[in-house]
């Protein structure tokens, strides 16, 4: 079993930041990618950024400039460093990773959510 835990969450006035963390636990062979998204009231959920294992990152446009996802391997870790806060990245962010618990066996998992909210 694998279980992803974040922190980190809470609120922020506009243009403040916040860092995410979640740590990764469990039967772990390998974590491959990481990343997280974010689902606002009313909205599907999104992308917001990715890391590969060898630490390619990638962005959604409308956080790129403001984010950046970093990880540690050893500590089957990964964050989100988030400045420039605006009101509309205000949702319950996920941590989500590809998991392989032997060399044959990758499943896909999801973290609980952390609620993050911008506003003055």
């Known amino acids: 079993q694998v279980e992803l835990a974040e922190s980190g969450g809470g609120l922020v006035q506009p243009g403040g930041s916040l860092r995410l963390s979640c740590v990764v636990s469990?039967?772990?062979?390998?974590?491959?990618?990481m990343r997280w998204y974010r689902q606002a009231p009313r909205k599907q959920r999104e992308l917001v950024a990715s890391?590969?294992?060898?630490?390619?990152?990638n962005y959604a446009h409308s956080v790129r400039g403001r984010f950046t996802i970093s990880r540690d391997n050893a500590e089957n870790t990964v964050s989100l460093q988030m400045n420039t806060l605006k009101p509309e990245d205000t949702a319950v962010y996920y941590c989500?990773?590809?998991?392989?618990?032997?060399?044959?066996?990758?499943?896909?998992?999801w973290g609980q959510g952390t609620q993050v909210t911008v506003s003055s």
């Open positions: 469990g039967q772990i062979y390998i974590i491959n990618t």
């Open positions: 890391i590969t294992r060898g630490g390619v990152d």
């Open positions: 989500n990773a590809d998991v392989q618990q032997g060399p044959n066996y990758e499943f896909n998992y």
